[in-house]
């Protein structure tokens, strides 16, 4: 936002020179970008009157200015310039002077005739093209009204004035305006704004006369104001108004169309002039676009538009895009008479869809986008009126068709000052706050000792909670000043809950045994648990259904990761992967009746390529023990689905079933295309998270050696193993350190009905080498017991 130094102290002087100005807005929260004074006070540049212009006699493209300049005698300017005629006032470089850029002008021949300086651009003057008058862009200054000849011309254009931009957030769109920033000022240096005069003279017709109403039909239209001017003439803004647009960085246009511009400037609501006299059957409609219409914009481009749009029209069709820019039909131009200016406001969203999806970008849309109160839409409609009655172009007709202007309703917010000095760690007083606010416009009163109550200002859309206010009161006391404190706090020290503790632990465990983990989607589809056999009673079937799913493959929460666990074996199969060892630790779902689904933090492990049942019980069991759960048991189970008989087991833990795992059946193995074994183990651990103990003790190694042995068994084949090692350990007498089972054998030699188990025990004592005869006796007792059992030594 460029803020003209001169503009600004129309409504607040300021004593502050500019260095402090910048500085002290900055630390309430403005931002200074940037400062530039296109000229400095140029003595020499001064402003002449045409006393008389006449052809060069040797130069045809040449022209003799023979200018006042307020001295005793005229000057001779030669110039090339076609622009310029007797009676302009026009802006000249006098000889002797040096510009800005080092530029020295002197005397120069000119065939002949001497040019005692020369005139100049605004281009030349360090102005933008974007800004200058069209008219004047391929031609000298020519100033606009009478001046005193003499007179330095930065004085007159105002060139030598800073203008401050500023960084505007977009929670603040009060800021996109002259008077928001002279706001702004005004409370940084303790001050008040002096407001502009919206009172204006007018007739005594009737704007229903001229104008047959507004129409709103668009839910997107919160607010619209329409007042009538007539017998308008269309000419060039007075020279003080081009400055203030000019150095705004808006290009002069005419006097109407720069009223309007003025105004948002000033105000930062936007405004649009049509010319009455070609709105068709005399009334506006604000309606939303109808899919495939079209619109030629001010810009002169035609608009395709979507439905949805909002639209201004008159009784036969679109002449505006409602927010963003007008309409080539209705313009304002030369011709026009009767002007309707219109003063609404606009949903902030539907302005910001439609300028993206059109690549059309101004500075009415650039000031919708971020939100303005309806009510300032009267008070621009007012302002505009009093400037085309000062400048005496054209007549007020009275009255004004208001809508929408009483649904905004008013605003207010507490503020504790006992919070604002804990948050701030100052020691502000209530009369302290209590100022600060009433200079930002705020009307507050006092509720109590700690508690203040303020009413929002209508322009501030940003403020809506307690901290909104604390950041008020505190930026212009100056964040600059608040000195770093160690922050006071009751919460206690943050640290990982014990599930993702658990979690992490298991991650890092099965990752060093070698295990992928996979991420999975929690949502399958019901079908997974037909091609796992999974029959119509079982509790896996009893689903949480999603009711907008993205298709029924993704229809259901999850009840086990199985089926998502088989679909990565056999995607990485047809990859061309022979040895897969994977983990997922995520949630199951389980439906309950009445409230929200139960989430059961589940441990599911897949083997593939050359591993045994066995591999994935003694990685499961090395894994757990390392995380802090010893005494898992397992039970044979021959009715579980997806699994061999005979090759699966339930895991228990504190005798309380928590899982399951086995050699995946043939028939799933072919529905997955899995064409050598698999084997899959899932754990709910949400059974057991609260029993683990992350505690680890570590026993001394013994310092003796070791006596191993192998044994060979023979038991029916329903004997669990753990029975075995169960009557091993028990029996033992505190030798046996170790049992492993290596080998299970059924065939020839072997009895029907029995197998044969082969196991290796180390006999070790803690304290002393072990003689073969103690290992014998332990031995002899631990045969003894396994035979009382049915189990015999296979001979």
Excluded at 44 to 59: E, F, I, R
Excluded at 413 to 421: E, H
Excluded at 498 to 511: H, I
Aim: glycine share 6%.
């Amino acid at each position: 936002m460029l803020v003209p130094l001169i503009w600004q102290k129309d409504y607040i002087k300021l004593d502050e020179d500019l260095k402090t100005i910048t500085d002290r807005l900055s630390e309430t929260g403005s931002h200074v970008e940037e400062v530039k004074i296109h000229t400095s006070d140029l003595d020499g540049v001064v402003v002449g009157k045409v006393l008389d212009q006449n052809k060069h006699p040797s130069a045809d493209r040449l022209n003799v200015l023979t200018i006042d300049i307020g001295k005793d005698t005229p000057i001779t300017i030669i110039t090339n310039a076609t622009n310029t005629k007797k009676g302009d006032y026009l802006p000249v470089i006098t000889s002797g002077t040096k510009l800005d850029d080092d530029t020295f002008i002197d005397d120069h021949d000119f065939f002949g005739i001497i040019s005692q300086g020369m005139l100049t651009a605004y281009s030349e003057l360090s102005y933008d093209d974007s800004v200058v008058p069209k008219k004047l862009k391929d031609g000298v200054l020519v100033l606009e009204g009478e001046f005193e000849v003499g007179s330095r011309l930065s004085d007159v254009i105002y060139s030598n004035t800073p203008v401050i931009e500023y960084e505007i957030t977009p929670n603040r769109p009060d800021c996109l305006s002259i008077l928001g920033m002279a706001r702004e000022s005004a409370a940084s240096f303790g001050k008040k704004i002096t407001y502009p005069s919206i009172d204006y003279d007018h007739n005594d017709e009737d704007i229903t006369d001229y104008f047959d109403g507004v129409d709103i039909e668009s839910p997107n239209c919160n607010a619209f104001v329409a007042r009538v001017a007539t017998n308008i003439e269309v000419k060039t803004s007075p020279q003080w108004l081009q400055n203030y647009l000019i150095l705004a960085g808006m290009r002069p246009i005419n006097n109407i169309v720069d009223i309007t511009n003025f105004v948002m400037l000033e105000t930062g609501q936007p405004l649009h002039a049509y010319d009455l006299d070609k709105l068709r059957d005399n009334k506006i409609i604000v309606r939303d676009s109808k899919d495939s219409e079209t619109l030629k914009t001010l810009d002169g481009n035609d608009r395709n538009l979507d439905e949805g749009m909002v639209l201004i029209c008159d009784g036969q069709g679109p002449i505006g895009l409602a927010g963003i820019m007008g309409g080539m039909d209705s313009e304002v131009t030369e011709e026009t008479t009767n002007i309707l200016l219109e003063a609404a406001n606009f949903d902030s969203s539907s302005i910001r869809s439609t300028s993206k999806k059109l690549g059309l970008r101004s500075e009415a849309s650039n000031r919708f986008e971020k939100g303005l109160s309806p009510q300032l839409a009267d008070f621009a409609s007012s302002r505009a009126m009093k400037l085309i009655n000062d400048l005496k172009a054209g007549t007020i007709i009275g009255g004004a068709i208001k809508i929408g202007l009483d649904q905004e309703e008013e605003k207010y917010v507490d503020l504790r000052i006992s919070r604002l000095n804990m948050l701030t760690g100052l020691e502000l007083t209530m009369d302290y706050a209590i100022k600060n606010l009433e200079l930002l416009e705020f009307e507050v009163q006092k509720l109590d000792e700690d508690t203040l109550r303020a009413k929002v200002p209508y322009f501030r859309s940003d403020i809506e909670i307690e901290a909104d206010l604390i950041e008020e009161v505190v930026r212009l006391y100056g964040m600059g000043k608040i000195e770093s404190k160690p922050l006071r706090s009751s919460l206690q020290r943050g640290e990982r809950s014990k599930r993702r503790l658990l979690r992490d632990d298991l991650r890092e465990k099965l990752v060093g045994q070698k295990f992928s983990e996979l991420a999975t989607y929690s949502f399958i589809s019901p079908r997974e648990f037909d091609r796992l056999g999974v029959k119509e009673d079982r509790k896996l079937r009893d689903f949480v259904k999603l009711i907008n799913p993205l298709g029924e493959d993704y229809s259901v929460m999850r009840t086990s990761q199985v089926p998502s666990m088989l679909d990565v074996i056999s995607k990485n199969i047809k990859y061309g992967q022979k040895d897969m060892s994977f983990f997922e630790l995520d949630r199951t779902f389980e439906r309950v009746e009445g409230g929200l689904p139960k989430e059961n933090l589940t441990l599911t492990m897949g083997l593939y390529g050359s591993y045994s049942f066995y591999d994935m019980k003694d990685f499961f069991r090395e894994v757990m023990a390392n995380v802090g759960f010893d005494g898992f048991t397992y039970k044979a189970n021959t009715e579980t689905f997806a699994f061999h008989k005979g090759r699966c087991a339930d895991i228990y833990y504190d005798d309380q079933k928590i899982g399951m795992m086995g050699d995946i059946s043939y028939e799933i193995r072919d529905e997955y295309d899995i064409e050598k074994g698999a084997i899959i183990l899932e754990v709910n651990l949400a059974l057991i998270e609260e029993k683990r103990n992350p505690q680890k003790k570590y026993k001394e190694i013994s310092r003796f050696p070791a006596i191993e042995r192998d044994y060979s068994l023979v038991c029916d084949r329903d004997v669990e193993s753990a029975v075995i090692e169960k009557i091993i350990i028990e029996n033992s007498e505190g030798l046996v350190g170790d049992v492993k089972l290596f080998d299970i054998y059924t065939g020839e030699h072997i009895e029907e009905g029995k197998k044969s188990v082969s196991y290796k025990l180390s006999y070790r004592s803690k304290d002393r080498t072990l003689k073969d005869k103690e290992a014998n006796k332990v031995e002899a007792n631990i045969i003894e017991k396994l035979k009382e059992a049915g189990i015999e030594l296979r001979s």
